[in-house]
């Protein structure tokens, strides 16, 4: 059996979940199984790709981003979320033939969660993991690792996020 591929979408610039929904859209062209798990984004967020729930599974377990301005829930809290999300994505691996793992490298940078185990479970489904500072041993394991890199950026200009295109 042939192992199922990890692509790696990492980097401080935009553009790491649009590349994994660009995945999405192409496997799902392909009459593909598709599963994603969110960590650190809420569904309240209102984020764009939640509409593509009843397309695919998705699960968005976050609880805001860990040790950032806004965050608001204690590391308990953050750690029991990550916990949540990678036992989400040990059930959805079983059955799907891309998985997403939106924001995972983050989870596993911040101390949150190890995802070694997961990577060496997927047998033949591919996995997409997005978020920055990508560990280095998951950079070793991985088939593909892009690393967008911010040149320029309209938040940086004190303007706001445009629904659609940023979230």
Known sequence: MKKGMVYVFTGDGKGKTSAALGIVVRA??????VGWVSWYKEEKWGIGELRLKGKIEMYFLGKGFYKLPTDKVTPKIHR???AAGLK???KLIKKVDVLVLDEV????KDGLIDLIDLINLRKNTHL???GRNAN????ELADLVTECKKIKHPFDKGKKAVK????
Do not use: F, P, W
Not at 105 to 108: E, S
Not at 136 to 139: D, L, S
């Open 28 to 33: 799902l062209s392909h009459g593909m199984k």
């Open 80 to 82: 029991q979320a990550a």
């Open 88 to 90: 989400q994505a040990e």
């Open 105 to 108: 490298n983050n989870a596993v």
């Open 128 to 130: 997409i993991l997005t």
């Open 136 to 139: 280095k041993k998951i950079i």
């Open 164 to 167: 659609g295109l940023d979230y």
